[in-house]
């Protein structure tokens, strides 16, 4: 059973382009949930998709967008890079049973913007 | 909003001693706590979590307890060894429409575990 996979694994872009960033949950997850993780801190909350719409958001710009597809995978997608914007990505996947939802992290997406 | 506070930062034991890792939150509603162990170049792994209702959880070598009054919870291995040298994260999440918010990290502790 394969886990949360991302792509690609590192990124350079440079300041003001765009990147675009993927996630394929968990086998069985619904719901994607996405991550930005600076050097020496803890994973932020960014936003959530379930049933293709955003469910929550976090306290980012809205430069910050995604999608998810019927088949539960999401993109992420950042406008208009900032060096700041330089982080680990992460996406989890999750999937509620009997009120309870565990999150399963895949391996990130090491984004750097000069 | 939910704040997470970690600590201590770095921790250092001797292979075989147990660690503790302790962690408060502010908001009352939060209701799930889990515990990451990330290690370098990866992304966080769940190792254990607990829910509001219950007090204490423990598999193997590794133990969780929550005191909601004073609102803390904290982590605790048990005979450690090398392969545990790793940085463990805390977080912290809450009945959302029906379904777990989403979660609030503490700033992480990075263990070192000596031969």
């Known amino acids: 059973d394969a886990g949360v996979t991302q792509s690609p694994t590192h990124l350079i872009k440079t300041r003001g382009q765009q990147v675009t960033l993927r996630c394929s949950p968990k086998?069985?997850?619904?719901?994607v949930s996405w991550y930005q993780q600076a050097l020496g801190q803890g994973p932020q909350f960014i936003f959530q998709?379930?049933?293709?719409?955003?469910?929550q958001r976090g306290n980012f710009p809205d430069r910050f967008s995604g999608h998810q597809f019927p088949n539960y995978s999401s993109e992420l997608n950042v406008n208009a890079l900032l060096l700041g914007d330089s982080a680990l990505y992460l996406c989890a996947s999750s999937f509620l049973l009997q009120g309870s939802e565990t999150q399963y992290f895949g391996p990130g997406t090491r984004l750097l913007v000069l | 909003g939910e704040n997470v506070e970690q600590h201590p930062s770095t921790l250092s034991v001797q292979e075989g001693d147990s660690a503790v890792i302790k962690c408060t939150y502010s908001?009352?509603?939060?209701?799930?706590f889990p515990w990451y162990k990330q290690e370098l170049g990866k992304g966080p792994q769940l190792i254990i979590d607990?829910?509001?209702?219950?007090g204490e959880k423990k598999d193997q070598r590794i133990a969780v307890t929550l005191n909601k009054t004073a609102k803390h919870f904290s982590l605790h291995i048990t005979e450690t060894q090398p392969e545990d040298s790793a940085v463990y994260f805390c977080a912290a999440s809450w009945n959302y429409g029906g379904s777990q918010g989403n979660l609030i990290f503490g700033k992480g502790t990075k263990l070192s575990v000596k031969p």
């Open positions: 908001d009352s509603a939060s209701n799930y």
């Open positions: 607990i829910r509001s209702n219950v």
């Open positions: 998709y379930y049933e293709e719409e955003e469910r």
């Open positions: 086998s069985g997850h619904d719901t």
